[in-house]
Structures are given as structure tokens and as C-alpha cells.
């Protein structure tokens, strides 16, 4: 089993739909967890942290779920830009940070 | 802005040759990190480092050697390289004193090796 697992998707929404993921972890020591965005053929990028009273920012939102161990980030009123990949990162110790393999979302007009 | 910084965006090797990957950061950051990345499988770590001439493997560190001599700089050594090293490079930089940070990676852009 995998330390950390994402739905690889694709998922395909239209324009303005609402859509979410989820990320679940093993370890459940882990002490921080964040989500990244990866356009194609680019490097990734912070999108956002997740605290454990949850957290938002502008139109996304991220949350924690210890007792079941995972992750989740909801995107409303989807926008073509938003069309990337998701990547789940959790940091299972101080010197242990794990990446999931993406969840790709493509949002069509 | 942080910047970091891959020495070579495309490179094509054949078996056996040595390659050098470089990479910069002109933050200050204590950690430095080397990825790979393949479809399906994810980021997998290579090597990191805390402090200059520190290293420490990471989860797929077989056929790769490092070098940490001044604290901006990470080069990612392939000794004899295979096609099974094919793969995105990505070299990612964090703060953080005396062990890794909890906090923002920043990558660069990526070196994508073909080994033929």
C-alpha cells in the first residue's frame, strides 16, 4: 500500500461546477500536509496548506480528517485555469515528505 | 521571489555516459532536494540536504550521487547512466536550520534526461 494514494482521475468537469478530491495517508503520525498544483510540463507549486480546523482561500478549500486519515480539496466555481494536476504532499516526519502521483482535473467550457 | 534554478531543461545521454544535473537557489535555504518523476509513480525523492557537504539518502537513492560544496548549490551525479533513469528531474530548495522544514518546497523547472 502506498504511504499516500490519490484518485489519478481524470476528472472532467464543465466550467463552474463544483469538484473535490481526496488524499488519504498511512501514517498516522503525520504531522503536515499540503496541497500543490502541476500545470503540464511545468514544476509544482504551493497551492495551499491544510490546517486541522480547516482552511480556505478564495474559491478552494482544503481539509483534514485525522480519525480517517486524509485530505481533501474542493474547488467551487471551477474556472479553465484551474486545469492541472493535484498533487497531495504530506509530511509524515520532519524528514520524511511523500508526495501522492496527482489527481488530474481537466474543466472543459 | 525564490528562484531556483536547473542547469539543463532537455538532455540526451547514451548508456554509460556520466551526467551532471545542477541546480541553484539564491534564497539561502538550508535544504536542498533532488526528485525524480515518473508517470504513475509520483515525485520520488533521490537525495536531500540539510547543510552544505551534508547529504542523506532518500528513497530511490541507487545509481545517483550528490554534491553539496557551497550552500546555493545541489548537483545530481548519474555515474553510468541507464535507460531505466529516463525520467523529469526536479531539484527543489526549503528553509529550514538544522533538519528539514515543514514548510514551502520551491522547484525548478525541471531537467528531463533521455537515456539511450
Known amino acids: 500500500r502506498k504511504e499516500v494514494e490519490q484518485d489519478p482521475g481524470p476528472f472532467n468537469v464543465p466550467e463552474g461546477a463544483t469538484v473535490a478530491f481526496n488524499c488519504t495517508y498511512s501514517?498516522?503520525?503525520?504531522?503536515?500536509f499540503f496541497w500543490y498544483r502541476q500545470d503540464c510540463r511545468k514544476e509544482p507549486k504551493l497551492l495551499m496548506s491544510?490546517?486541522?480546523s480547516g482552511n480556505e482561500d478564495g474559491r478552494f478549500t482544503a481539509q483534514l480528517n485525522r480519525a480517517s486519515q486524509y485530505i481533501s480539496l474542493l474547488i467551487r466555481d471551477s474556472k479553465l485555469s484551474d486545469s492541472a494536476t493535484y498533487l497531495c504532499?504530506?509530511?509524515?516526519?520532519?524528514?520524511?515528505?511523500?508526495f501522492g502521483s496527482g489527481t488530474r482535473l481537466s474543466i472543459r467550457p | 521571489d525564490v528562484k531556483v534554478t536547473q542547469s539543463s531543461r532537455y538532455l540526451v545521454k547514451r548508456t554509460g555516459e556520466k551526467v551532471f544535473l545542477e541546480c541553484v537557489q539564491d534564497?539561502?535555504?538550508?535544504?536542498m532536494f533532488w526528485y525524480r518523476q515518473d508517470p504513475g509513480l509520483g515525485l520520488r525523492l533521490i537525495y536531500f540536504?540539510?547543510?552544505?557537504?551534508?547529504?542523506e539518502k532518500g528513497d530511490i537513492p541507487e545509481g545517483y550521487s550528490v554534491s553539496r560544496e557551497k550552500k546555493e548549490r545541489f548537483s545530481l551525479i548519474l555515474e553510468s547512466a541507464s535507460t531505466n533513469q529516463t525520467s523529469m528531474y526536479l531539484c527543489?530548495?526549503?528553509f529550514g536550520v538544522g533538519g528539514p522544514s515543514t514548510g514551502e518546497l520551491f522547484f525548478g523547472e525541471g531537467s528531463r534526461l533521455t537515456v539511450l
Open positions: 504532499v504530506v509530511y509524515s516526519s520532519a524528514s520524511k515528505i511523500i
Open positions: 527543489a530548495s526549503s
Open positions: 540536504s540539510y547543510d552544505v557537504k551534508m547529504k
Open positions: 534564497m539561502d535555504h538550508e535544504n
Open positions: 501514517n498516522s503520525a503525520s504531522q503536515s
Open positions: 491544510v490546517y486541522s
